[in-house]
């Protein structure tokens, strides 16, 4: 097998040379194992957290060892009653090309057919897609006729958030880097676009939210943090929910970072504001699964995926996160 490691912590934003790649040998399954190959893996905004050697939901990566993340595969033989060659199977076992390992190790699970290709179950039908659900419609209660403001609209997450929004007939705000991201936000649905990048800075973001939304926000999805949440903030209404999901513009932050200056309005607005976790919501997943075959199958849920080729492109898909290189859900695809 291929693999992955953590060559050195990265200090602020990740280099190719904090990677060192590996070769190892994968053995013939033992008792209860099984031996999978990869065919696609996941590179996701957490895997920075997991470089900090730090105490966190997650552990930390260790140097030298191969990291772990999102992979899909198949069986290529079995050890385990409930497996057999060839079965379709997630796992946590990426950043390597194969693995032999008992199911409950990797946390494996064998993937249903419902119609869709396997990369689906890393973006839309995965991870992230349940990210977007549990986010929208529980933490953030989402309601019929909200105005929503998404950032990170064109992402995995938010480019799933934007489209359930508009199934729940809401009008949405979406912001992403770039007049391209832009257009495909609006290709999804969203009644309005920001393009963050020209708007500059926190004054232009609340200039232009506030074109975009006259009356103020129902709703904050945020994937970014920093001057959009505290543009957020400026527009949103009384009673407001923010679903806090992420906040990818401090990931590589050196210094210290600095909180939104108008926090205060977080009382006399009696604002929501709720941080979560998608593991803690895996009691949605039967629903997301139905509703989600449902909406892509009607063509209501499009998606979109950038896909780098081979394991060795690997650590530049996940640097390509922090450039937004990707389009949708970045993945790679090995074999
Ligand atoms: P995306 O597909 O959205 O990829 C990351 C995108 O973030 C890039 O394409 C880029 O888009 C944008 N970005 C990068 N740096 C910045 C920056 N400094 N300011 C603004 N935007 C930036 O990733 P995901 O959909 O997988 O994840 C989206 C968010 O959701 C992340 O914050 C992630 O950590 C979080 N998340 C949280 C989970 C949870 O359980 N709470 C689970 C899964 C994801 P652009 O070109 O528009 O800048």
Same mark, same amino acid.
């Given at each position: 097998?291929?693999?992955?490691?953590?060559?050195? *912590?990265?200090?602020?934003?990740?280099? /190719?040379s904090?990677?060192?790649?590996?070769?190892? +040998?994968?053995?013939?399954?033992?008792?209860?194992?099984?031996?999978?190959?990869?065919?696609?893996?996941s590179?996701?905004?957490?895997? *920075?957290?997991?470089?900090?050697?730090?105490? !966190?939901?997650?552990?930390?990566?260790?140097?030298?060892?191969?990291?772990?993340?999102?992979?899909?595969? *198949?069986?290529?033989?079995?050890?385990?009653?409930?497996?057999?060659?060839?079965?379709?199977?997630?796992?946590?076992?990426?950043?390597?090309?194969?693995?032999? @390992?008992?199911?409950?190790?990797?946390?494996?699970?064998?993937?249903?057919d419902?119609?869709?290709?396997? !990369?689906?179950?890393?973006?839309?039908?995965?991870?992230?897609?349940?990210?977007?659900? #549990?986010?929208?419609?529980?933490?953030?209660? /989402?309601?019929?006729?909200?105005?929503?403001?998404?950032?990170?609209?064109?992402?995995?997450?938010?480019?799933?958030?934007? $489209?359930?929004?508009?199934?729940?007939?809401? %009008?949405?705000?979406?912001?992403?880097?770039?007049?391209?991201k832009?257009?495909?936000?609006?290709? /999804?649905?969203? +009644?309005?676009?920001?393009?963050?990048? #020209?708007?500059?800075?926190?004054?232009?973001?609340?200039?232009?939210?506030?074109?975009a939304?006259?009356?103020?926000?129902?709703?904050?999805?945020?994937?970014?943090?920093?001057?959009?949440?505290? @543009? #957020?903030?400026?527009?949103?209404?009384?009673?407001? *929910?923010? @679903?806090?999901?992420?906040?990818?513009?401090?990931?590589?932050?050196?210094?210290?970072? %600095?909180?939104?200056?108008?926090?205060? $309005?977080?009382?006399?607005?009696?604002?929501?504001?709720?941080?979560?976790?998608?593991?803690?919501?895996? +009691?949605? $997943?039967?629903?997301?699964?139905? +509703?989600?075959?449902?909406?892509?199958? !009607?063509?209501?849920?499009?998606y979109?995926? %950038?896909?780098?080729?081979?394991?060795?492109?690997?650590?530049?898909?996940?640097?390509?996160?922090?450039?937004? #290189?990707?389009?949708?859900?970045?993945?790679?695809?090995?074999?």
């Amino acid at each position: 097998s291929t693999e992955w490691a953590l060559a050195e *912590r990265p200090v602020g934003m990740p280099k /190719l040379s904090d990677f060192q790649k590996k070769t190892v +040998d994968v053995a013939a399954p033992g008792d209860g194992e099984i031996q999978v190959q990869n065919e696609w893996m996941s590179v996701d905004p957490y895997m *920075r957290g997991r470089m900090y050697d730090r105490e !966190s939901y997650v552990p930390p990566f260790q140097i030298g060892e191969t990291m772990q993340g999102g992979a899909v595969g *198949r069986v290529t033989a079995s050890n385990h009653p409930d497996y057999k060659e060839g079965d379709l199977v997630s796992s946590m076992a990426g950043w390597r090309t194969a693995w032999t @390992a008992k199911p409950e190790a990797v946390m494996a699970q064998k993937l249903p057919d419902v119609g869709l290709p396997e !990369s689906a179950f890393l973006g839309i039908a995965g991870m992230p897609g349940l990210t977007a659900y #549990a986010g929208i419609l529980r933490v953030a209660e /989402l309601k019929e006729g909200d105005t929503v403001f998404v950032s990170g609209a064109a992402g995995a997450v938010g480019s799933t958030v934007v $489209q359930i929004a508009k199934i729940k007939n809401c %009008t949405v705000i979406g912001s992403a880097g770039g007049q391209e991201k832009c257009d495909f936000v609006k290709s /999804l649905g969203a +009644d309005h676009v920001i393009d963050y990048k #020209a708007a500059g800075g926190f004054q232009g973001l609340v200039k232009a939210l506030k074109e975009a939304s006259p009356k103020g926000i129902d709703v904050y999805f945020d994937n970014v943090g920093g001057d959009h949440l505290t @543009a #957020a903030i400026e527009c949103a209404r009384p009673m407001a *929910r923010f @679903a806090e999901c992420g906040m990818i513009a401090q990931y590589n932050e050196t210094g210290q970072p %600095t909180g939104p200056h108008n926090i205060i $309005q977080v009382v006399g607005k009696q604002l929501k504001i709720q941080g979560f976790i998608v593991s803690t919501h895996a +009691d949605m $997943q039967p629903a997301f699964f139905k +509703d989600m075959a449902e909406w892509i199958s !009607s063509g209501q849920v499009k998606y979109e995926e %950038t896909v780098m080729e081979g394991i060795d492109k690997a650590p530049d898909a996940f640097l390509g996160l922090f450039s937004g #290189a990707n389009k949708g859900k970045m993945l790679v695809k090995l074999g």
